[in-house]
């Protein structure tokens, strides 16, 4: 069963621009994580953000956590052709529960 | 080339039969994993092995089994297979249980006809 659910499905931007993504999720967690997958190929991980933590940035990358609203939002900034794929966020729930719990993702087309 | 390396890349087999796929985990790690990929059901939790031992199990299937060998290596076994159970299977790997990233292999595209 899903966990996370990204929004929206897909997202089709100019090169350039920013993209947003967004990920609700249902249950407490532990961690919140954002992975990339290019087509019919392996997921990368991007980013971890603990339940403690509001915000955090790795390079072009900005993700947002709100354990009060259960949801995430992941920032992409000055997008470029290379970073179409697909995006998951991912949860780890702890308390006994030590595998990821898989979005459906949102697929971003950047248009050169 | 992300450290963890599943064989075979590709499979394609009949109904009814049986394959097994192969998954090294990135060096140092303890923690496998295995998801299996559809186009309708998204990334699904199938199995997850430390240090040799199962830990948990998801979706997976009476039909499906799965082991991890003493020098790490997992093999997930698929059998009595049907064309629903053609998908894309991802082995991970993470040093940890919990708090961590995972390290994702290139999958095996498993085609049944």
């Known amino acids: 069963s899903q966990q996370g659910e990204e929004d929206p499905q897909a997202l089709s931007i100019q090169e350039g621009e920013n993209a947003t993504m967004n990920c609700s999720y249902k249950t407490s967690i532990n961690n919140l994580q954002w992975y990339r997958q290019n087509s019919g190929r392996g997921l990368v991980h991007l980013i971890l953000i603990r339940s403690n933590e509001r915000e955090k940035h790795s390079g072009r990358l900005r993700v947002t956590l709100d354990t009060s609203k259960k949801s995430s939002s992941l920032l992409i900034t000055a997008s470029r052709a290379a970073d179409t794929a697909s995006y998951f966020c991912?949860?780890?729930?702890?308390?006994?529960?030590?595998?990821?719990?898989f979005g459906k993702g949102t697929k971003l087309s950047v248009i050169p | 080339d992300s450290g963890v390396t599943q064989t075979p890349k590709h499979l394609i087999t009949a109904t009814g039969q049986r394959v097994t796929l192969r998954c090294s985990p990135r060096?140092?790690?303890?923690?496998v994993y295995w998801y299996q990929q559809s186009l309708d059901q998204g990334l699904q939790f199938l199995i997850q092995y430390y240090n040799g031992e199962e830990r948990a199990k998801g979706n997976i299937l009476e039909r499906f089994s799965a082991q991890q060998f003493p020098d790490l290596h997992s093999e997930l076994n698929l059998s009595s297979l049907e064309l629903g159970d053609s998908a894309l299977y991802f082995c991970?790997?993470?040093?940890?249980?919990?708090?961590?990233?995972?390290?994702f292999g290139s999958g095996t595209r498993l085609t049944v006809v």
């Open positions: 991912a949860t780890y729930s702890g308390a006994g529960s030590y595998q990821l719990t």
């Open positions: 060096s140092g790690d303890l923690s």
């Open positions: 991970a790997s993470s040093v940890e249980e919990g708090d961590y990233g995972y390290t």
